[in-house]
């Protein structure tokens, strides 16, 4: 089972925390619909005391934890805070340490807004790449000019540190952690009941001071950049096996072991995920896509998008330009 827990302030703003509960809740429930044995999710409240703690909105919660009890995460996260930052963290300064301690490999801190300044404050994002909310970007970079403050992304990557920029955010990491913990396939189930229309996708919008790629197998990067370069031709593993001068059998065990998928099926991601694209930017007909993509039969990429994206390529594009305002005059 997967365990994430939320940090609580006064001034926390809830909505940075009940929507990853939410995405998270929602995405191990689909799984288990396909799979009984898929793990879920367990999501803890934490703060400093077990007492109810009243949030700034008017909010009351009952927290799960204290700070202390916290058990072996693998998602921490640290909600936005409202309006100055400078209250909580000074209230908070008596468990930088504590932060410090669960900053391990195995977790993924995320802060959302200027919770990033708690980050800061505990010297996590030292020498590292950093966001913050908008509005704070000058008072940041002042105060933390050891941070490689990135002004013009919504998201960065440094490591297990993520940093988002502001509450509308946070569902394009939590989609992007829902598919590694889950699959493709949960994860647009997910992104598509939680407001496809503005949904970005964590690469677009992600900085990370890391390749694309977590693994460090040269062979396996190869392979992969070549299947993104190809992506609209007729591709064979088979030829891409002969261009690393590999056997079908070595390329598909070490691709497997480096990335987690066959060289085919990671194919197959990279092609749904240049339709999606195509549906929500361009009025090419879902046959003219499917050839953009690399597949002659209609019907097959109509099947695979399906799979994968939980509706047809049609149902898809109405989803995410659902929310298209008509120009005037017409």
Not at 294 to 315: C, H, I, V, W
């Amino acid at each position: 089972m997967y365990t994430a827990a939320a940090l609580l302030y006064p001034d926390a703003l809830a909505t940075s925390f009940t929507l990853p509960m939410e995405i998270l809740q929602a995405a191990s429930q689909t799984a288990r619909v396909h799979d009984r044995n898929n793990p879920g999710v367990r999501f803890l409240l934490a703060a400093p005391t077990g007492e109810t703690l009243r949030l700034g909105s008017g909010i009351t919660l009952q927290p799960d934890i204290t700070y202390e009890e916290m058990p072996p995460l693998d998602l921490l996260l640290l909600p936005a805070i409202w309006r100055n930052p400078r209250p909580t963290l000074k209230a908070f300064r008596p468990w930088l340490q504590r932060l410090r301690e669960l900053n391990t490999r195995d977790t993924r801190i995320c802060s959302v807004g200027t919770a990033s300044c708690l980050l800061a404050e505990a010297g996590l994002l030292t020498g590292r790449p950093a966001t913050t909310h908008w509005n704070y970007f000058d008072t940041f970079a002042r105060h933390y000019p050891g941070v490689q403050l990135k002004k013009k992304h919504l998201i960065t990557q440094s490591d297990n540190i993520y940093c988002v920029g502001s509450v509308n955010s946070i569902a394009d990491l939590m989609v992007h952690i829902v598919e590694e913990w889950f699959g493709s396939r949960v994860a647009r189930s997910v992104e598509n009941q939680f407001s496809p229309e503005i949904r970005q996708s964590f690469r677009g919008a992600a900085y990370q001071n890391e390749p694309q790629s977590s693994h460090h197998d040269e062979v396996v990067l190869e392979a992969q950049l070549w299947l993104q370069e190809n992506l609209s031709g007729s591709i064979s593993i088979a030829a891409l096996a002969d261009h690393l001068g590999l056997s079908n059998r070595t390329l598909n065990r070490r691709f497997r072991s480096a990335t987690g998928l066959s060289p085919l099926a990671y194919l197959q991601r990279l092609r749904m995920a240049e339709a999606r694209d195509l549906l929500r930017h361009s009025n090419l007909s879902v046959s003219e896509i499917s050839w953009q993509v690399g597949l002659n039969d209609t019907s097959y990429f109509s099947k695979l998008f399906r799979e994968q994206a939980g509706m047809s390529p049609l149902k898809y594009r109405g989803a995410v330009r659902g929310k298209l305002f008509a120009p005037k005059g017409k």
